[in-house]
T-cell receptor
Framework: QQQVKQSPQSLIVQKGGIPIINCAYENTAFDYFPWYQQFPGKGPALLIAIRPDVSEKKEGRFTISFNKSAKQFSLHIMDSQPGDSATYFCAATRSSGSARQLTFGSGTQLTVLP | KAGVTQTPRYLIKTRGQQVTLSCSPISGHRSVSWYQQTPGQGLQFLFEYFSETQRNKGNFPGRFSGRQFSNSRSEMNVSTLELGDSALYLC????????????FGQGTRLTVV
């Protein structure tokens, strides 16, 4: 019930490509879905987040698509750059009620080739 | 505005010892959560503190404990260290916990030998 499944485990694209990372969740009580970017030796940095009342959210080159009925959401990176090479984590949590407890996906290691 | 500060950045301890890690949240943030990151298990929630009270706890043994001070700074303690406790320990702060974004520190890399 608490699991968030993320795929693929790794992804290699050419510069300018559009990598897509997918996540699926089970717990229908989740209502806040952030994405984090992590570089080696650093902590995860919040990229973008979405709530299930919208189907898409864009911030710069990053777009989240959300499908509530399928319990799936995905991250698209437009015009990807070598500097986007990092590990990306999706996460989910309940935004109300009890305290914050992020449930993370297993991570996707993205490599953008120059 | 300063970010989340974790100290120390690196630690090497021997099996059986205990260790204390520190986290200073972003100014004004009252919620501090701790996570363990390992290659095998990924990012796993340890516990969350808000206004000096533990509000939520993950599925970790009692050797893992924490506390929060009145200035919102938090410490995490691991007693009787095991080799499997080697990990990156991350602290995240948010304004009040639920419904607000969580910002992570750079983590403390703990190696148990």
């Amino acid at each position: 019930q608490q699991q968030v499944k993320q795929s693929p485990q790794s992804l290699i694209v050419q510069k300018g490509g559009i990598p897509i990372i997918n996540c699926a969740y089970e717990n229908t009580a989740f209502d806040y879905f952030p994405w984090y970017q992590q570089f080696p030796g650093k902590g995860p940095a919040l990229l973008i987040a979405i709530r299930p009342d919208v189907s898409e959210k864009k911030e710069g080159r990053f777009t989240i698509s959300f499908n509530k009925s399928a319990k799936q959401f995905s991250l698209h990176i437009m015009d990807s750059q070598p500097g986007d090479s990092a590990t990306y984590f999706c996460a989910a949590t309940r935004s109300s009620g009890s305290a914050r407890q992020l449930t993370f996906g297993s991570g996707t290691q993205l490599t953008v080739l120059p | 505005k300063a970010g989340v500060t974790q100290t120390p950045r690196y630690l090497i301890k021997t099996r059986g010892q205990q260790v204390t890690l520190s986290c200073s949240p972003i100014s004004g943030h009252r919620s501090v959560s701790w996570y363990q990151q390992t290659p095998g298990q990924g990012l796993q929630f340890l516990f969350e503190y808000f206004s000096e009270t533990q509000r939520n706890k993950g599925n970790f043994p009692g050797r893992f404990s924490g506390r929060q001070f009145s200035n919102s700074r938090s410490e995490m303690n691991v007693s009787t260290l095991e080799l499997g406790d080697s990990a990156l320990y991350l602290c995240a702060s948010s304004y009040r916990g639920e419904g607000t974004e969580a910002f992570f520190g750079q983590g403390t890399r703990l190696t148990v030998v």
